[in-house]
């Protein structure tokens, strides 16, 4: 079907997870027809600019545990953007910011925000599953998916093991935000997971979280506003054909392999194949909406903490409170601060009808009640809606996703890349990306290149 020498990938969709496959795939000497159905790369990496301020209205927060995505800065040639964030933790209880300082120890241990009882537990609920939190990845959770028992939450998991306190307090809010949703609805494997990643530091990028795939993008023959509608297989001539909708119309091509790096549910719709491959099991693999919602004021905050865990006991939507002038001093002018949040799948429906001014309005209110310090000085408040923010991942999410990922062998010339895979990052974004250019290039490149 195509030239032998020359095979050609189609890669659908510029998020992380297709640049880095467009650009594996290229380095291998591939023809790459790389589609984003945007007008920009990033996907669920945006940075919005206004008056001074730098908002990354999507993924925010990044560790020193994100290898590949950092390995991907430096050959993007932004190693120097790197800058480490203020490591500083907030947390809410009883409406009060209490700051824990992992680089003063023995004042962490004096925080009033667990008793003496609690820390004792904490310290006592670390030692017995010290084996699991080693073992396990938050990257990579597939490979422990037998353990991902389907009527256990982490919640549960997390009082088993370190009791109601510590859970309500110290766990359930980290684990909310590393899933994008409440405690009680997830996989048990984000317990592990969120502990084995806790001890590494927050880093960011100067400039922006988009200047990553800005950078990437301008080096890959991105064609922008074109989206794929239909990949077929042609079985007779033994390729793919496919059906753009672009600018100037419609437009027909073949290619010998694709990567669809988008939510498994577009890749479904675009490939019957797929479809009939997993489609019975898309139902169970829901998806998680966020709203994201940042406002910008003219005076600093006291605390210098950047990420402020928010439990579900203090009964709010927000899952966290993102103080990013503390992620990186070019987020807002020098003097002011900027303060994201991130309202919960629940109340992304229950405020489908409602104006971004009154959730504006909600979310300022109870940020100035926990930092009255900020009161009188507001800017702007900007709002975006993400209906799809990443993988719900329920308990048995990882047991389905190991049959999905079965099943999808009887598509051998489509591979998925994205944030399906494990608990949705940017690096797992980078790391499936990686991985299907490697299959395409395992299965297909070696006859070819
Ligand atoms: C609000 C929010 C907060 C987050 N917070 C964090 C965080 O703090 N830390 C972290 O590490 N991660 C975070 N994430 C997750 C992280 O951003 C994602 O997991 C990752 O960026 C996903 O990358 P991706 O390439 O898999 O998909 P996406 O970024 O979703 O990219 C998919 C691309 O495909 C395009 N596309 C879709 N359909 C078509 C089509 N038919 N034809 C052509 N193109 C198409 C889309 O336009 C999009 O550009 C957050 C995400 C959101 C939304």
Redesign the pocket.
Known sequence: MMAPDHPTALV????????VAARRLLERGWRVRF????SV?????KTFRRDGFLID??????TEA?SR?LALVKEAGLGDQLAMSSNILGVIKNNRLIEIDPAHPIKALCSPILSTGGKLRFARGLFAIRKQIGATSAFGLRAHAALDDPMLDARQRSQDVFGEEVTKYLLDPILQLVA?ARSDTITSLILPAALSSGSAKMVTLQGGLDILPTSLAATLPVEFD????SIEEDRSAGGLQFR?ETPSGPEDGIADVAII???IH?AAR?SPALHDAVGELLGELPTVG?I?VSMAYARPTRTQAYLVNLPSVEGRSELALLLQHNKADDRAPRGSSLITT?LDDAAMMALENVDDDTIGADVRSYVESVMPELKGSHRFTHV?R?P???PYARPGYYRLVDEVARRLEQVPRIRL????WAA??????VR??EAAAEHIQRDFGRRHV
């Open positions: 659908v969709g510029a998020g992380l997870s297709g640049l589609v984003e159905a945007e790369a990033g996907g669920s990496v209205t999507g993924a925010d927060a990044m994100y995505f994008g074109s989206r794929v509608v753009l790096a988008t939510p577009v675009i966020l994201t991130y975006q993400w799809y923010a990443g890349a994205g944030d399906f949705g990052s940017m690096e797992a974004a499936s990306g």
